[in-house]
């Protein structure tokens, strides 16, 4: 039987901590598994390995403790010159993409109308998103919906089926494909 290529790769990393150290190597892999029997590289500077130690980030992050203290390390990040440039960086291109997304028959009046009566609490949301993986929308009045702050934080920018099949037409003379 053929070694897993994972392995293959997890055998080119250094056998301890020390060669690791020596060579620059962020994670060493020892052929033995952690104390709670994952069989991963460990980290350089931690010696933990690697989903032990993603466990305990997704653990930390999902209490209310850890989502106050993100926040508040965002915040200060945000504040700091970098922080402010990476803001003014994705504000733009953020912009930018909208910008794109608006064809000219858009009536702007009413997008402007439909986004200043946003009531308290809710986001404006692309139905369909501008930059998604899949699809991109437009920005147009019949794309846009008052979505609750927190299901728009939890769309990101994917699409549900449906509501794709509801709002994608099909030019006539184009062929659509489905995936079995």
């Not at 990393?13 to 060493?28: D, H, I, K, M, Q």
């Not at 939890?154 to 494909?177: F, M, Q």
């Amino acid at each position: 039987m053929a070694k897993p290529r994972i392995a293959f790769v997890f055998s080119e990393l250094p056998r301890t901590r020390a060669e690791a150290r020596v060579s620059g190597s962020a994670y060493y892999f020892t052929d033995r598994p952690c104390k709670r029997g994952h069989l991963e590289p460990r980290s350089t500077h931690t010696c933990r390995c690697r989903q032990c130690n993603s466990e305990s980030v997704v653990k930390s992050n999902s209490t209310p403790h850890g989502r106050v203290r993100q926040a508040e390390s965002r915040s200060r990040f945000a504040r700091t010159p970098k922080g402010r440039q990476w803001s003014r960086r994705n504000g733009s291109k953020r912009r930018a993409v909208q910008r794109n997304a608006l064809p000219s028959w858009a009536d702007i009046g009413k997008i402007n109308e439909f986004i200043a009566g946003c009531p308290p609490g809710f986001d404006i949301d692309h139905i369909l998103p501008l930059k998604g993986a899949t699809v991109c929308g437009l920005h147009v009045l019949e794309n846009l919906q008052f979505l609750s702050k927190s299901d728009n934080c939890s769309k990101h920018n994917k699409v549900d089926p449906l509501t794709l099949e509801a709002n994608v037409c099909i030019l006539p003379g184009y062929r659509t494909y489905t995936h079995s």
